[in-house]
């Protein structure tokens, strides 16, 4: 069984909504448990920032750690991009999350 959740970010600058971020995902594994959160997407967000080929708002492009790869795909910019971030355990994708964000303007 899927398990879907949806978010948003948003960031403020003096009281005004200044960049945002929608993000929609699934888990495409029933067994899907803290395992696969401990091992590939927790520590890859943790990595924020450090990939200097991806924008700030997810994980680095690629993250692996045992059996579990973490990638994280991306177009456009801060200003205006979309993206798809991936989860794979034993090279069987087990998670994915859009998203899609930038300026306010």
């Not at 009281?15 to 888990?27: D, I, L, R, S, V």
């Not at 696969?36 to 680095?60: F, H, Q, S, T």
């Not at 492009?61 to 794979?88: A, L, W």
């Amino acid at each position: 069984m899927e398990t879907n959740f949806i978010g948003e970010e948003v960031v403020y600058i003096d009281n005004q909504t200044y960049w945002a971020m929608n993000y929609y995902g699934t888990t495409l594994d029933e067994t899907l448990g803290e395992e696969a959160m401990d091992k590939a997407l927790r520590p890859a967000l943790m990595k924020v920032g450090e990939d200097v080929n991806v924008i700030p708002v997810r994980g680095p492009k690629e993250f692996i750690n045992g059996e579990y790869k973490y990638t994280f795909e991306i177009r456009g910019d801060i200003n205006c991009f979309n993206g798809i971030e991936s989860v794979y355990k034993n090279d069987v994708k087990i998670y994915e999350l859009r998203c899609t964000g930038g300026l306010i303007k």
